[in-house]
């Protein structure tokens, strides 16, 4: 039997709720040792941000502006997508995050140089120029740096869902064209508030996108934990909110 969105809703948030219970245990008891430590400590900063991502597109959800959180729910994907990609490759995907860091901190403080409005006081000009300096070996992984590349590895429908929410989450007429339509000769309608015609309504499931979002990604952070303590929470949360079906039980 099929259930509606707003049912299917209404469970997403009940699952993101015992999400939260699990984020709320003690992870640093499952830290690994400190020389493999880097995955583990860049991954929780991840999921604690995929986290809050979720809550900002619940709440905005609940208070009508679900097309607004197209933003959040691009940037959940790329949460997701890191997390996934610090699973399968640990080591080698912290030294590609470094490197990219590297270069866009670089960027900073080019911009902040050529600009002449801001300056870097005496401690964080020693602390960019750190980050300049350091030798960072080349790697096979560097490319999933590209979020289009990250993406294409998973697939699963990710690229085309990242571009959509792309596009109504940066300005242009993708953006501007659901408060209007012009397709009438006698007279254009102006929108105070997004309207699709027949195209699906992103916001429909909002939450539900935020729950497999934040479900995927605490699935691969729980790889990175030693014992994996979460498993059995998170089948059971996958279970009842539709993401699983029986067969993780075996």
Not at 19 to 47: C, M, N, Y
Not at 67 to 93: F, S, V
Request: proline share 5%; charged share 20%; with cysteine.
């Amino acid at each position: 039997m099929s259930i509606s969105a707003e049912q299917r809703n209404e469970k997403a948030c009940q699952g993101l709720q015992e999400l939260s219970e699990l984020l709320k245990q003690d992870t640093g008891l499952h830290a690994p040792p400190s020389e493999d430590r880097r995955p583990f400590t860049i991954g929780w900063g991840l999921v604690a941000a995929l986290h809050r991502q979720a809550c900002a597109v619940v709440l905005l959800h609940r208070n009508g502006l679900g097309h607004e959180a197209a933003p959040n729910r691009r940037l959940m994907i790329e949460y997701m997508a890191q997390l996934q990609w610090l699973a399968r490759d640990g080591e080698d995907a912290v030294d590609s995050m470094n490197k990219a860091f590297q270069y866009s901190h670089g960027k900073l403080r080019k911009a902040v140089d050529t600009g002449g409005v801001f300056t870097y006081d005496d401690e964080v000009s020693a602390a960019a120029d750190a980050v300049a300096a350091a030798v960072i070996p080349p790697n096979s992984a560097n490319e999933f740096n590209l979020t289009t590349k990250l993406l294409g590895r998973l697939g699963n429908g990710l690229p085309e869902i990242w571009t959509s929410e792309t596009q109504h989450s940066h300005s242009g007429i993708a953006a501007a064209r659901v408060f209007f339509d012009d397709s009438s000769e006698e007279a254009v309608q102006l929108y105070d508030a997004p309207h699709y015609g027949d195209a699906p309504n992103p916001d429909d499931l909002s939450p539900f996108m935020a729950l497999m979002l934040l479900y995927f990604g605490m699935e691969a952070f729980n790889d990175l934990m030693v014992g994996a303590p979460w498993t059995d929470g998170l089948q059971r949360i996958g279970r009842t909110a539709g993401l699983l079906d029986s067969a993780a039980d075996e």
